[in-house]
């Protein structure tokens, strides 16, 4: 069972599911795309998630901007805390694994590098309700794996872009030099999620690129593996309240899969394969 089913990562963790076997059952805010309509920000809505017995739930369901956490801080709290928790209660008393989706920006950017073990401090309310929601996931299931990842990057084909669809897509004018993150391929993502929880990964995981670059290194790089000039885009600043650097390090990733996360120029060449270099 997947929430957020047609979002950026849940639509890409749909297909990974079904290209290992799995029938999924998959639910959204809005019903599109083979999913089924279900408003989570009703706590009655797990009984529906959960009536069909699952063998595995993925939590892909969130508010994830910023803005729209500011404009609807309700339902902020709604999806990114207290469904969270609610799902862990239940998937723990039915014996069911849970894999709940969080962020780096639980982190404030003050302090890197971020390890799972570094204090989680955000700056705004969508990391504050995301950190809520790690915490109830873990209190009431603590086998349950939280995979904190960043920036997601990639051919997601989803109804909201990834970074890099919507660079591509001309719906970035800036990139920033001074905002640091670990860009991440949303397919290597899905994967990985699905290969730690399988190799008996639990409690807080950082899943995500191997490195930190800063958003323009990231656009430079990206548009440069395409072969594309970066004409349109200008470099400037983050704006008061954005989180300079938040680099993560995913040393415990690289022994739960076996493998280290991959830099940037892999993660370009598994992402777009087809038109790079």
């Known amino acids: 069972m997947v929430t957020g089913a047609t979002g950026r990562l849940g639509s890409v963790v749909r297909d990974a ?3 290992e076997g799995w029938k ?8 599109k795309g083979g999913s089924t309509a279900l408003d989570l920000r009703d706590p009655r809505s797990v009984e529906r ?3 069909s017995a699952p063998d595995l739930v993925v939590n892909c369901a969130a508010l994830s901007t910023g803005g729209a956490c500011l404009r ?3 339902s902020a709290w709604a999806l990114n805390s207290v469904l969270p928790g609610l799902l862990s209660r239940r998937c723990r008393s039915e014996s069911i694994p849970l894999l709940h989706v969080s962020t780096d920006l639980v982190y404030s950017g003050a302090n890197p590098p971020y390890y799972e073990t570094s204090p989680a401090v955000p700056v705004g309310l969508y990391g504050w309700t995301k950190l809520l929601g790690d915490v109830f996931v873990l209190r009431a299931q603590s086998d349950a794996l939280v995979a904190r990842t960043s920036v997601l990057f990639g051919e997601a084909g989803a109804s909201r872009p990834t970074f890099s669809e919507a660079l591509l897509g001309g719906d970035i004018g800036t990139v920033y030099v001074d905002c640091f993150r670990n860009h991440t391929p949303v397919h290597w993502l899905a994967r990985s999620m699905l290969q730690a929880l399988r190799r008996g990964g639990s409690g807080v995981l950082l899943l995500c690129g191997g490195e930190d670059q800063s958003r323009s290194a ?3 790089a990206l548009m440069r593996h395409l072969g594309k000039p970066l004409d349109g885009i200008s470099m400037g600043y983050g ?3 954005t989180p300079r650097l938040l680099s993560l390090r995913p040393r415990r990733a690289a022994i739960v899969l076996n493998g280290e996360c991959p830099d ?5 060449a598994e992402e777009y394969r087809r038109t790079g270099s």
């Open 239 to 241: 704006p008061p309240g």
């Open 17 to 19: 599911l079904a290209s």
């Open 24 to 31: 999924v059952e998959a639910f959204s805010a809005r019903g």
């Open 218 to 220: 990231f656009a430079e």
């Open 264 to 268: 940037l120029e892999k993660g370009l």
């Open 72 to 74: 609807s801080p309700s």
């Open 49 to 51: 998630l959960l009536s």
